[in-house]
């Protein structure tokens, strides 16, 4: 399976290709798949889950996603096995800020792509609003500022 984030629909659809479907798992609309209205942020069982312009996702191991969702100032943490989908908040207060921390103790502004390393057990944030690379140990939930040296400008 691949997982994508559907940004304005404000879901996560999984394209399955032994059976050739598509679903949604996390988010949208139950009932009117395609309502872009259908955004919020709260976390729980699978299609119960809202998100704000979801946009980046990152494996942090097997039926474990980490999702960017951008105008909810947050990474929610995905479990994508058929017997427990649901999500709960990983890393992000919810407001708009910049703040180094631990978990929900750290701010972001509008973060949106992600990548993650399992082998270094951490995974970088781009946070766009405040044009910064952001690092968020996956163990601790600590989160950073990557600090870049003699790059002109940074």
Do not use: H
Request: with cysteine; glycine share 12%.
């Amino acid at each position: 399976s691949l997982y994508g984030a559907d940004s304005d629909s404000g879901s996560i659809r999984r394209l399955n290709f032994l059976d050739k479907s598509i679903s949604t798992p996390f988010g949208g609309d139950p009932v009117f798949k395609d309502n872009m209205f259908q955004f919020g942020d709260t976390v729980g069982k699978g299609r119960t889950m809202r998100f704000q312009y979801p946009s980046g996702l990152g494996a942090e191991m097997p039926g474990r996603l980490l999702c960017t969702d951008t105008y909810n100032n947050r990474v929610k943490l995905l479990f994508t096995s058929k017997r427990e989908l649901r999500g709960e908040y990983f890393v992000g207060s919810g407001e708009e800020g910049y703040k180094d921390g631990r978990g929900n103790q750290a701010t972001f502004n509008r973060p949106t792509g992600i990548a993650v390393a399992n082998g270094l057990n951490c995974a970088w944030v781009v946070d766009t609003g405040n044009n910064l690379i952001r690092m968020i140990d996956l163990e601790t939930k600590d989160v950073s500022t990557l600090a870049l040296k003699g790059f002109p400008n940074l």
